[in-house]
């Protein structure tokens, strides 16, 4: 099984600081995706990343996939309280055929 | 579209009692997905099915655990007897994509066994 490390745990910063959170791993995924989970929601997914080097915008959030394809980075600018949830990376493990997910990032956005 | 659909919300039970937890998933999606998430062991994958037939169950805690997807439109986790260490939010995701690799999460089903 590959497995997915994310760090930090735990970030809690105020409105309208920078972060970065970073998801890595030992193995080669076939693609990547990010979801982010309110407190009582499911996971929304929020973007794939598929080629290695990659680097896709949502608005604040920038996510990129690093060149060898095992690890990524999530990078939100001006962070607002509703940023605030748990954010989860899951690799897509073609030899198992499923997604593995990683334990997640818990960000607090203080007003 | 209405998203994947789960039932109940929130379901209290006492040790020792059946649950079934129910799942449709959104019109058209091949894939089918059952996770437990706790906050000790996070989000893990219970059993997921391609068109209605079970892929992948290696994930399921004990015999205690069973799921069935009788059609393309509805899912059922059942735990037999259940037990204190069952609790956990059980989400149920969709995917409409080879191999599952974009999923939609329903909002979960918040299970409390006293």
């Known amino acids: 099984t590959q497995l997915l490390e994310q760090s930090p745990q735990f970030l809690s910063i105020q409105e309208g600081e920078n972060l970065t959170v970073y998801c890595n791993s030992s193995s080669v995924f076939s693609s990547l995706q990010w979801y982010r989970q309110e407190p009582g929601e499911g996971p929304v997914l929020l973007v794939t990343v598929v080629t290695g080097g990659e680097v896709k915008k949502l608005k604040r959030l920038t996510f990129q996939f690093g060149d060898a394809r095992k690890d990524s980075s999530l990078h939100i600018t001006a962070a607002q309280p509703g940023d605030t949830g748990l954010y989860l990376c899951a690799g897509e493990d073609t030899n198992a055929g499923k997604s593995t997910f990683g334990d997640g990032t818990t960000l607090t956005v203080k007003p | 579209d209405a998203g994947v659909i789960q039932s109940p919300r929130h379901e209290v039970t006492e040790m020792g009692q059946e649950v079934t937890l129910r799942c449709k998933p959104i019109?058209?999606?091949?894939?089918l997905f059952w996770y437990r998430q706790t906050m000790m062991r996070g989000l893990e994958l219970l059993i997921y099915?391609?068109?209605?037939?079970?892929?992948?169950d290696s994930g399921m805690p004990e015999d205690r655990f069973s799921a069935k997807m009788p059609n393309a439109s509805f899912s059922t986790l059942k735990i037999q007897p259940s037990e204190p260490r069952d609790s956990a939010v059980y989400f149920c995701a969709s995917s409409p994509l080879a191999g599952g690799y974009e999923q939609y999460f329903g909002p979960g089903t918040r299970l409390t066994v006293t």
């Open positions: 019109s058209g999606h091949d894939y």
């Open positions: 099915f391609n068109n209605n037939v079970p892929i992948d």
